[in-house]
C-alpha cells in the first residue's frame, strides 16, 4: 500500500545538526513534489519545504531558510531533510507528505506517521 | 503568524452541520487549489478536499468544501462524536513561493 515513513529524529543540542529520512513505497516516487510539515507541540501545522519530482526546485519557509536543505533520490525512493543550526524553536514532530502534483501546489494526499526532534542542551 | 485565518473553534450537537471559513488574499487562494486536512488527536494530519471541492476516496460526502475569491470554507453536515479533530486549510501562495496552513481550528461535538 501506498506508505511514508519517517526516520532520524531524536534529542539534540543547539547548534547541532540532524538529517530525516522519508521512505517511499506504493507508488512512483519519482512521479510527486515531497514536504516536510512540522508541529510544534500544542500548535498548528507549519509548512517546511518542498522540492519538484525531479529535484530541479526547492522552496523553503522564511523559518529555516538557509540553515536546513531538502533533497530527494528518486532511486532510493527517499526525501531528505538536512537541519543545520538547529535552535529549540525547531523543536516539533516533522511529517513528510506527498503532493498530489508534480510542482508542490496541489495538497498532501499522504503523509507520514511523523518523527519527533527535540533540541535541547 | 499565518497568511490564512481560521476560527480557533467550532462546536455544535451530533446530527448538525458546522462550517469553517478560511480567509486568505490574492496571492493564495484566489488562484491557487485550496484543500482541507483533518488532524485527530495524536495522529497525522489526513486529506479531506483537495483542489477546492473535491473528495478522495473514502472520505464520505458529509465533508464538502468551497472557495469564493479569497475565501474558502469547509462543511461538515451530520456531525459524529469521531469529527472531534482540528482542521486545516491549506494552499499555495504565489507571492510567497511557499505552501501555506491555516491557524487551525477544532470543532468539538456537543
Avoid at chain 1, 510544534?40 to 522540492?51: F, I, M, N, T, Y
Avoid at chain 2, 484543500?35 to 472520505?59: C, F, H, M, V
Wanted: glycine letters at 12%.
Amino acid at each position: 500500500q501506498v506508505q511514508l515513513v519517517e526516520s532520524g529524529g531524536g534529542e539534540v543540542q543547539p547548534g547541532r545538526s540532524l538529517r530525516l529520512s522519508c521512505a517511499a513505497s506504493g507508488f512512483t516516487f519519482s512521479n510527486y513534489a515531497m514536504h516536510w510539515v512540522r508541529q510544534a507541540p500544542g500548535k498548528g501545522l507549519e509548512w517546511v519545504a518542498v522540492v519538484w519530482y525531479d529535484g530541479t526546485d526547492k522552496y523553503y519557509a522564511d523559518s529555516v531558510k538557509g540553515r536546513f536543505t531538502i533533497s530527494r533520490d528518486n532511486s532510493k525512493n527517499t526525501l531528505y531533510l538536512q537541519m543545520n543550526s538547529l535552535r529549540a524553536d525547531d523543536t516539533s514532530v516533522y511529517y513528510c507528505g506527498r503532493d498530489r502534483g508534480v510542482t508542490g501546489d496541489h495538497g498532501m494526499d499522504v503523509w507520514g506517521q511523523g518523527t519527533t526532534v527535540t533540541v535541547s542542551s | 503568524q499565518s497568511v490564512l485565518t481560521q476560527p480557533p473553534s467550532v462546536s455544535a450537537a451530533p446530527g448538525q452541520k458546522v462550517t469553517i471559513s478560511c480567509s486568505g488574499s490574492n496571492s493564495n487562494i484566489d488562484g491557487n487549489y485550496v484543500s482541507w486536512y483533518q488532524q485527530l488527536p495524536g495522529t497525522a494530519p489526513k486529506l479531506l478536499i483537495y483542489e477546492n471541492d473535491k473528495r478522495p476516496s473514502g472520505i464520505p460526502d458529509r465533508f464538502s468544501g468551497s472557495k469564493s475569491d479569497t475565501s474558502a470554507t469547509l462543511g461538515i453536515t451530520g456531525l459524529q462524536t469521531g469529527d472531534e479533530a482540528d482542521y486545516y486549510c491549506g494552499t499555495w501562495d504565489s507571492s510567497l513561493s511557499d505552501y501555506v496552513f491555516g491557524t487551525g481550528t477544532k470543532v468539538t461535538v456537543l
